[in-house]
């Protein structure tokens, strides 16, 4: 049975004897050697971690399990958060099956399909804000200040927690961190919470070094690159679309402690990204998690030598979240038979001969 992330790692995290060990087998996702794209870049040791098998399909439910058990532990009744998407699909899941009325505030015709869908499945009270993700979070710390309802955007510590134990699995697995470690840079909890797990298994002598942090704004929406809010963000990986980040100042932090940088990839090279996970690593991501491989090929193109390096992107969601932006970008090459025997001999015939493949 996959243990979930309260059990596996309790040690490292804030459980007492009256938390509730809140799980849905999130967490122990693969990390998974490039067969392809780590050659073309002369990257012998390229990973990508999955997050998007993760049950609500991201790497917020590692965040949500940890926030979902400290609110019911404090008798809380709701919990609530701003989301781009992927938090309130996580908050809806958590909520619903743990019995806690969940609220999310996402801005209106900005967030991916299946994300929504997973909000209305999991029966989650839903907002949508005539604004910017910027201004749904504004209203949502607002409201919470005022009324006993648990915030569990990653403002909320225990998400960071949570969100920590990705660092933990990259050690476990690797026996040792990696030299980099690229992660798509949305409100910066990420980042923050994967710098806070490094330290913390270093720091237990479970590692021997630490990585340098990676982080990849999109170029429409890189406040932190740019060093002021963005007014009106804009890019094609809507779940990095913010222009205010919660987590600025701990991101910076991670960021200088670390030796790393702070970068932005524009929405083509998010794109391209995108395609080669998919056509070339079998990894269908959503266009936010693509930001990361963006960034490596970028700062590769740019000079950084990774021949002797291990590198580690974070995939951070799943393809499937965001059907839209996938087909309007893989252009399928559909080929209409009747049922026939003949019909698809002849539909293959290149193939039959020994011709392309299958392309
Ligand atoms: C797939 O769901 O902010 O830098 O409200 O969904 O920790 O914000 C999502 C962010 C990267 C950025 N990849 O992480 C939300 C939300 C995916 C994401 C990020 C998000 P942070």
Redesign the pocket.
């Known amino acids: 049975m996959q243990k979930g992330i309260l059990e596996t790692y309790r040690a490292f995290l804030p459980i007492e004897e009256s938390t509730p060990m809140v799980s849905m087998g999130e967490g122990n996702t693969p990390l998974v050697k490039s067969v392809q794209l780590g050659k073309m870049l002369g990257c012998e040791e390229l990973y990508f971690k999955l997050e998007g098998c993760n049950p609500t399909g991201?790497f917020?439910d590692r965040g949500m399990a940890m926030a979902v058990a400290k609110a019911l532990e404090s008798g809380s009744k709701a919990i609530m958060c701003?989301?781009?998407?992927?938090?309130?699909a996580s908050a809806a899941a958590y909520g619903g099956r743990f019995s806690i009325s969940t609220v999310v505030v996402v801005p209106k015709g900005r967030i991916a399909a299946g994300k929504v869908t997973q909000a209305m499945a999991h029966s989650a009270r839903i907002i949508m804000v005539d604004g910017s993700?910027d201004q749904a979070l504004s209203l949502v710390r607002n409201f919470t200040d005022q009324h006993p309802i648990t915030l569990v955007n990653?403002i909320n510590p225990y998400r960071l927690e949570g969100q920590k134990t990705g660092a933990f699995e990259i050690v476990d697995d690797l026996g040792d961190s990696p030299d980099y470690l690229f992660i798509?840079?949305?409100?910066?909890?990420?980042?923050t919470a994967y710098w806070k797990g490094f330290k913390e298994y270093h720091q237990a002598e479970m590692s021997r070094s630490l990585p340098k942090m990676m982080g990849f704004q999109a170029q429409g929406a890189a406040p932190i690159v740019l060093g002021h809010p963005v007014e009106d963000p804009k890019t094609v990986a809507s779940?990095?679309r913010?222009g205010n980040?919660a987590n600025w100042t701990a991101a910076l932090s991670a960021r200088d402690d670390s030796g790393g940088v702070i970068d932005k990839v524009s929405d083509d090279e998010i794109l391209e990204a995108y395609e080669l996970l998919a056509s070339c690593e079998g990894i269908f991501c959503?266009p936010?998690?693509a930001a990361s491989f963006a960034g490596l090929r970028k700062l590769h193109a740019e000079g950084l030598d990774v021949s002797c390096r291990r590198v580690v992107c974070i995939i951070?969601?799943t393809g499937l979240k965001d059907p839209d932006t996938a087909v309007e970008r893989f252009i399928p090459e559909i080929t209409e038979i009747g049922a026939d025997p003949k019909d698809l001999e002849a539909a293959l015939q290149s193939i039959s001969e020994g011709g392309e493949g299958i392309g």
């Not at 798509?184 to 980042?191: E, H």
């Open positions: 991201s917020k701003a989301s781009t998407g992927n938090t309130s993700f990653s798509p840079t949305g409100n910066a909890g990420n980042i779940a990095i913010i980040p959503e936010a998690s951070t969601g």
